[in-house]
């Protein structure tokens, strides 16, 4: 799905918070509480702390992926979801200790469009089913 709208990605804007459209296909929002949830909590507050700072109040949604989705082919999946009008943020570093960051922002003409973030957590969670996932963070601004 190449090219969004201009000035809001679908499920980021004032009328409300994200919504799961922003996420991968495949991934479903992290309904229950966990170990993972310390971990989740400080990349929010990490992502906030910079991404935030920079580019206004964003809407954080968790979701889990399957084990297997590699950082390449989520990065892919966004490059083609966004097109060609969403640019890479390469002012937030890529990797961090728990997980790896991607931020793309559409820019406006009267500056700072929509920002959306990605950020993958390298180590795989185990649900309260003894399942496992992939954590995944997708925060947009509003």
């Given amino acids: ?19 799961p459209e922003l996420a991968p296909p495949q991934a479903a929002p992290i309904g229950a ?13 990490a992502i906030a702390d910079s991404v935030g700072r ?16 590699s950082w390449q082919s ?8 966004l097109g060609d009008g969403w640019k890479v943020l390469t002012t937030y570093p890529e990797n961090h200790a728990a997980f790896l960051l991607r931020a793309w922002e559409h820019p406006s003409l009267l500056g700072g469009g929509p920002v959306l ?5 390298k180590e795989t969670a185990v649900d309260a089913e ?4 992939r954590p995944l963070l997708v925060a947009a601004s509003r």
């Avoid at 989520?74 to 979801?81: G, I, K, P, S």
């Avoid at 973030?117 to 957590?121: G, I």
């Fill in 33 to 45: 509480r966990g170990v993972f949830d310390l971990a989740l909590s400080d990349a929010e507050v």
């Fill in 1 to 19: 799905m190449a090219g969004l709208a201009l000035t809001t990605l679908p499920g980021c804007s004032d009328r409300g918070p994200a919504s």
């Fill in 54 to 69: 920079d580019h206004g109040k964003l809407d954080v949604m968790r979701h889990r992926l399957s084990p297997s989705m």
């Fill in 117 to 121: 973030v990605a950020a993958w957590f």
């Fill in 130 to 133: 003894g399942r496992l996932f």
């Fill in 74 to 81: 989520l990065c892919e999946f966004y490059a083609q979801r």
